[in-house]
């Protein structure tokens, strides 16, 4: 990995970095700009208001159970060229969405758009850890933080804006320009630096994840809008069984979807679950604030997202000096230290009532950017530290997989914990902006929100225990020898090292 730091060297490495940026940036968009969206594709292409969801849901769900076996490919065919096609998958999914005629159409391509973010998001890390040496990393996960945010940022602005003013067709039509001109600069800038190796795609582990996630995720959605009943449970409990199934299928597999031998590497499994219990609490936020201000507030959807905006801006400019700090000292310090701010965040937002000011949300969000933006860069940095170079790719989408595991959940259970004094379909309804409340309504949905957002703070605090443990374990031998297998001893030999 080169450290050119002058001339065309360093411009190529920033340019490339812009790039990486860019394929962050634009998933970011469409994490937050569909959820502005969704009172409209709901009315124009007659979905159903339980459906609706799914356009968000289904999402991520593909890109959760797709992260670790793109990350695969990239380190058997190269990170650079797995990472560009994903561009090129998810402009032309985009499109397809931009087009939709009906409810099938619309979550069908928002599937084939989840492909092209796995393999963007699954690869970016691995790209950014060939091209930058380890005492770099963190920084630039700082700056790659700052595409999440500005997309994040851009998503709510445009989004309003989009569905207020034009179509929502639009959102989906914007990403063609911006993931086009970020091919052809990839094609450009962005080459293949780390070692290709053989693997296996886990076929079997990827149907038994796939469909034991799918089952309890129905259920804990379905929960959001109906009674428990034998159907639910149904789907609830094959989930459940089909999830140990995986487990012990990934146990015998010899390339699984979900490198088991890496949890054997001290830092890597309590920063791996670290990033599962953040994302459970930390996508909620943005439901639950929505919520609030759309349902007891009654402010639009344009009105209430732009109070979430300063929080994004000031994480942006809080993540370099973050993965700065994951670059000179232990990165754990600063991933652990970024999840006690965002609990805090969370704290000042269960404060929120029906005539609070309207500053306290403003405040929240910074409170909680701040600390998001200083845990993501640096538990990046950990995880990509603790990680035998070799395998960059699987562990880069492990990552995301843990991530997207939270966050794929965190929606229905949001929903559930701040509904127990409404109706369930009533706050489902305010969710997506097609209700709004007022009276003994009002204030018992604010209840529930409270106890929604202490509930965050509890995976919070959960997600800031398991950062807490890796603390002083980045670049130590694992405890116990890890799996046989020529990728799991690699894994075991290779963690030793600081790189």
Not at 379 to 398: D, E, L, R, Y
Request: aromatic share 8%.
């Amino acid at each position: 990995m080169s450290q050119q730091t002058t001339g065309t060297g360093a411009t190529r490495v920033g340019l490339a970095l812009a790039v990486v940026m860019t394929g962050v940036l634009i998933t970011a968009v469409d994490t937050t700009i569909v959820v502005l969206a969704l009172p409209e594709i709901e009315r124009g292409l007659h979905v159903p208001l339980t459906s609706v969801i799914w356009v968000v849901i289904g999402y991520l769900l593909v890109i959760t159970l797709l992260a670790t076996q793109v990350g695969r490919l990239g380190d058997m065919y190269g990170r650079v060229r797995m990472y560009e096609l994903g561009f090129v998958v998810f402009v032309v999914g985009s499109a397809l969405c931009a087009a939709s005629w009906n409810e099938a159409s619309i979550v069908g391509f928002r599937i084939l758009q989840g492909l092209g973010g796995a393999l963007v998001s699954a690869n970016s890390g691995a790209v950014i850890a060939d091209l930058f040496p380890p005492e770099r990393r963190g920084r630039a996960y700082g700056f790659n933080a700052i595409g999440w945010s500005v997309g994040a940022v851009l998503g709510i602005v445009l989004g309003g804006l989009i569905v207020t003013y034009i179509s929502w067709r639009w959102i989906f039509w914007i990403n063609v320009p911006i993931g086009a001109a970020a091919v052809l600069l990839a094609l450009r800038v962005l080459h293949d630096r780390g070692e290709r190796r053989r693997h296996r795609i886990d076929l079997v582990g990827m149907v038994t994840g796939g469909l034991g996630l799918f089952g309890v995720l129905w259920a804990v959605t379905e929960l959001a809008t109906r009674s428990l009943d034998a159907t639910l449970v149904g789907y609830l409990v094959g989930g459940v069984v089909l999830l140990g199934v995986f487990v012990l299928v990934e146990r015998s597999q010899p390339e699984p979807m979900v490198r088991l031998s890496l949890f054997a590497v001290p830092a890597i499994s309590p920063s791996l679950l670290a990033s599962l219990f953040q994302g459970l609490a930390n996508y909620a936020v943005l439901f639950l604030v929505i919520m609030y201000l759309q349902g007891p507030r009654q402010l639009s959807p344009l009105d209430a997202s732009l109070l979430l905006v300063p929080g994004y801006v000031v994480g942006g400019l809080v993540a370099p000096l973050a993965g700065r700090l994951a670059d000179r000292f232990d990165p754990v310090v600063p991933a652990a230290t970024g999840l006690a701010v965002q609990a805090v965040g969370l704290v000042l937002y269960a404060q929120l009532g029906l005539t609070s000011g309207l500053w306290l949300v403003v405040l929240a969000s910074v409170v909680n950017g701040v600390g998001a933006s200083s845990f993501f860069p640096a538990n990046n940095a950990t995880v990509m530290k603790a990680s035998p170079p070799q395998v960059f790719g699987i562990s880069s989408g492990m990552l995301r997989t843990f991530g997207n595991v939270g966050m794929v959940f965190s929606f229905s259970l949001a929903i559930l914990i701040a509904a127990h004094s409404i109706p369930r379909g009533l706050a489902f309804a305010i969710f997506v902006g097609t209700a709004k409340l007022h009276g003994h309504l009002a204030s018992a949905f604010t209840t529930g929100l409270h106890a929604a957002f202490y509930a965050s703070v509890g995976f919070l605090a959960l997600a800031a225990l398991c950062s807490a443990l890796a603390i002083g374990k980045v670049g130590r031998r694992p405890t116990a020898p890890v799996a046989e297998g020529p990728a799991e001893a690699l894994a075991g030999a290779a963690a030793a090292k600081e790189r």
